[in-house]
């Protein structure tokens, strides 16, 4: 797989609505396009809380898409 660097604002959304499996998970907005962020070496079944202060914020990313998830190595907001 092929690094990519993505710059978007971090967000929470409700992922598995209606399932036993529903959760809140973090996303990266990318103009039209909206990931849910898991954090490389991380528990993928756990929501990243470390990135709480970054909800709301511009950011840039680097990492792997897979499908509707980005698996970020990094994350830093923007200035």
Avoid: C, W
């Avoid at 990243?48 to 792997?64: C, T």
Wanted: cysteine-free.
């Amino acid at each position: 797989m092929t690094e990519t660097r993505l710059t978007g604002y971090l967000a929470t959304k409700q992922i598995g609505t209606g399932s036993k499996f529903a959760h809140k998970a973090v996303s990266l907005n990318v103009g039209s396009e909206e990931y849910v962020v898991k954090l490389q070496d991380e528990n993928p079944f756990e929501t990243p809380k470390q990135l709480n202060h970054l909800i709301g914020k511009r950011v840039s990313a680097r990492g792997y898409l897979r499908g509707s998830t980005f698996v970020a190595s990094s994350i830093e907001p923007e200035e």
